[in-house]
């Protein structure tokens, strides 16, 4: 198994063993399909100065209202309002990739943990969490330094997290 597929296993894993340990046979799909997460790691400040200097020129935030929170009217990546906590390539109305797209098909979340390792290496991270040599991400932008990786998480997180349906 991969390493990367196995940490964020086990991770899930251990987030999910209280709930999964008082559930019963009805609750246990539901606990397991809902780990809770942890407030984020990263510094927001920092990462909105990152955001302005790494993303903006692809992406936005921008409120259901329509309000811009960060960057400019950029097109090429996703809106990342409400993105954060909330499931993998499915921002509605974009054009994903394919390999995003399949990951989108997993269910998989954007927790820090996901986030952080995307953001550091897309290709990289889609052809570990797809088990694929052949995935691809349409982001070319790679983020170098976990710890601006982190800070963007944060940023985003303050903005707008994933809110449940």
Not at 19 to 37: G, I, N, V
Not at 54 to 71: N, R, T
Not at 117 to 143: C, E, F, H, I
Request: glycine share 8%; net charge negative; aromatic share 8%.
């Amino acid at each position: 198994m991969n390493p990367f597929v196995a940490t964020a296993t086990a991770a899930a894993l251990l987030l999910s063993a209280p709930a999964l340990a008082a559930a019963d046979d009805d609750d246990t799909e539901a606990a397991m399909s809902a780990p809770t997460m942890a407030a984020p790691s990263g510094d927001a400040a920092a990462g909105e100065a990152a955001f302005g200097k790494q993303c903006a020129s692809c992406h936005v935030v921008k409120s259901g209202d329509g309000e811009v929170l960060a960057g400019n009217r950029a097109i090429a990546g996703p809106n990342l309002y409400g993105t954060v906590g909330g499931p993998a390539g499915a921002v509605a109305d974009f054009n994903y990739g394919k390999a995003m797209a399949a990951v989108a098909d997993t269910g998989a979340v954007w927790t820090e943990e996901n986030f952080v390792a995307y953001v550091q290496d897309p290709s990289d991270w889609l052809k570990a969490t797809l088990d694929n040599k052949k995935a691809r991400s349409k982001m070319g932008w790679k983020v170098r330094d976990p710890q601006d990786a982190a800070d963007l998480y944060a940023f985003l997180h303050s903005l707008a997290p994933h809110e449940a349906e």
